[in-house]
């Protein structure tokens, strides 16, 4: 009888899910340079993650350049935008990259969403909730999980708690993931800062998950994210001095 791959018993949508996953920019390279040294990793990640090397090396940014965080930025979403109307242009029909590559669709919006976030731009709710909704394939949390952090960010807390939740129980259900993996202790601390930005009334539910987090973290040292454990105690401590 032959063997089971890993994934064979993954629903269609799971396997997408794992695909963009695997297909995603987070081991992109950033430049070393004036330019990109004071710009966040992740939000450099995701922009360069959205171009091929080939269009990098053609874009108008002065590695050289020491403006000012806002002006880098803007460019950078600037250049997002130019990129995501162009290929919306070369479709056919025009503007239907949507249903012809999703994936780039996604990966574009998603790096103009992380942009509109980090600028404080009122749009940036918008679109983080239109990325939500045009989701074909309700496995895939990254959408979902970016709306809650956003919504706790603008502290509508009460909607980040219900958005969260349901992403941090499938996390815990994920073979490969599980409750001590760096994805579903994120979606705890986030339902811990939700929880306490509701007051006094959510905030012993808010120390209880706090403990737990507390607790998995600590336990992580013999486990398969064993490796991850000192980064899990440094988020643990930024968590608590956002909270004080």
Request: avoid cysteine; aromatic fraction near 8%; hydrophobic fraction near 40%.
């Amino acid at each position: 009888m032959a063997l089971e791959s890993p994934t064979s018993q993954l629903t269609a949508e799971m396997l997408v899910t794992l695909e963009m996953v695997k297909d995603s920019p987070w081991e992109e390279p950033v430049p070393v340079s004036p330019f990109w040294d004071s710009i966040d990793y992740s939000i450099a990640r995701n922009f360069l993650g959205s171009f091929t090397h080939a269009e990098l090396a053609q874009l108008p940014t002065d590695e050289d350049s020491t403006a000012d965080q806002k002006s880098k930025l803007i460019l950078l979403l600037r250049l997002l935008q130019k990129k995501l109307d162009e290929e919306e242009a070369a479709t056919s029909p025009p503007s239907s990259l949507y249903t012809s590559n999703y994936h780039q669709w996604y990966r574009l919006w998603q790096g103009i969403y992380v942009l509109q976030d980090e600028l404080n731009l009122p749009e940036a709710e918008k679109t983080i909730r239109m990325l939500v909704d045009k989701t074909p394939y309700k496995s895939n949390p990254v959408p979902s999980h970016m709306l809650a952090e956003h919504l706790v960010k603008v502290g509508k807390y009460e909607e980040a708690e219900r958005t969260e939740r349901p992403i941090r129980a499938w996390m815990d259900a994920r073979p490969h993931l599980g409750p001590s993996s760096p994805q579903a202790l994120n979606a705890r601390r986030l339902i811990a800062q939700a929880l306490w930005g509701q007051g006094p009334s959510r905030r012993s539910e808010a120390e209880a998950l706090i403990a737990e987090i507390h607790w998995i973290v600590e336990e992580m040292g013999e486990g398969q994210f064993a490796i991850y454990q000192a980064e899990e105690r440094r988020l643990n401590q930024v968590m608590m001095a956002t909270l004080q």
